[in-house]
């Protein structure tokens, strides 16, 4: 039987000016009922965080949507993604780069996700159980990267398996606390750290590298 999704619905002020039509059709190609839990499916479509339990939130489209746009993604690149969660964001990475390598702590959430993306059909995503503040060395570097879950300070492996020109988005600050969502883009010599906005994600857990 076809199943039929409905579509996100969102006004212009919630997309944070998102303009990139691209992102915003992948977005709405997305099914995000499927990606939460039962008694929650009737919100999936509202622009809100929801839990997706053990502890753990899937975020609010329009900022899926802001940060997605930051890594300004062509098509061609191999992104690493901390924190795989329900898999969302994994989802609209998969649909707008080559390649998507995921990272998660949480052995249930890491098993879920990718039974939710094969029910999509989305098989360029590779999965990892493990802590992101490794990163995934043996497939480094890295054209961009995406952190979903926030670190106190950006951890030092992350910055190592970025690619020259590559560019990574963060939220970063205190635990339970508001955090900034930073961009980074390396040049070929330097840093370039940008503030965006003030963000309220789940702290990244695990060894703190
Ligand atoms: N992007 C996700 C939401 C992420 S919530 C989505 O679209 O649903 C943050 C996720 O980061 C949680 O699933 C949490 O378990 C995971 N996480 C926290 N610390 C981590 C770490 N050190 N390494 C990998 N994943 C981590």
New binding site residues.
Partial sequence: MERRWRAISFSQEVFYGIQDKRIIDVIKSIPREI?VPDNLKASAYLDSALP?G??????QPSL?AYMTQLLELTGKEKVL??????????AILARLANRVYT????EE?HEK?KQTLATLGIKNVEYKL????DGWEEYAPFDSI?V??A?PHIPPELLKQLKKNGRMVIPVGPQNQTQILKLIIKTQDSLIERDTHYVR????????K
Avoid: K
């Fill in positions: 990606f997706i053990f502890g753990q939130t899937i975020s899926v993604e901390i924190g795989t969660g329900s898999g969302y964001q994994t990272i998660e702590i949480v959430l996700s493990g802590n992101g503040y995406m979903t879950a670190p994600f789940v702290p990244m857990v695990g060894e703190c």
